[in-house]
């Protein structure tokens, strides 16, 4: 990538470049993740105003805008629901902070439009947006899967031969929560 990036450089272009740079890197996801964003800011800010973005314009009212428009309510299959997930949202303003952070990193500056700065209050945008990072305990991998009280409720409706099994496993956690 070119190193003349400065906070007047073109967001789009400065984002397009580093797509083109992840496609020679063989990273195809990620310029897929930035081609998408770059499409959705088009059609969130327009093609003209778009083009004419700088990465100084990238503030914190260009942030809430991204954010308003991916939480807007569109139908879709006779139900209202938001146009993007927050997984969508979270990731489109993962691509936003990249190209800042890329072009900052070559400037050796911040400019004081940084939405994604603590003075902007960035974590307010992560809270609301959080996701769960890890789906299971790392831990508990190992464990063999233990039935639930649910479980063996519908084990024993059904008549399945496993209920002697979780009634015992039932048996052994009532011990051990007695015990404690």
Request: aromatic content about 8%; overall charge neutral; some cysteine.
């Amino acid at each position: 990538m070119t190193t003349d990036k400065d906070n007047n450089s073109n967001f789009k272009d400065v984002a397009t470049e580093m797509a083109d740079k992840c496609t020679q890197d063989g990273k195809f996801a990620m310029a897929n993740q930035y081609s998408t964003t770059i499409s959705a800011l088009n059609t969130i800010f327009g093609k003209t105003e778009f083009e004419k973005l700088t990465i100084e314009g990238v503030d914190y009212a260009f942030v809430e805008k991204v954010i308003k428009y991916g939480k807007e309510e569109v139908k879709k299959k006779n139900t209202s629901q938001p146009r993007w997930s927050d997984a969508t949202i979270k990731v489109h303003l993962k691509i936003i902070k990249a190209v800042i952070s890329y072009v900052y990193k070559q400037t050796k500056g911040l400019p004081s439009s940084n939405p994604f700065s603590d003075e902007y209050d960035h974590a307010k945008h992560v809270e609301q947006l959080e996701l769960p990072q890890k789906l299971y305990n790392s831990d508990d991998i190992a464990k063999p899967l233990q039935p639930t009280e649910s479980t063996i409720t519908l084990s024993k409706a059904l008549g399945h031969n496993n209920v002697t099994t979780t009634d015992k496993y039932l048996e052994t956690l009532n011990r051990e929560e007695k015990s404690k």
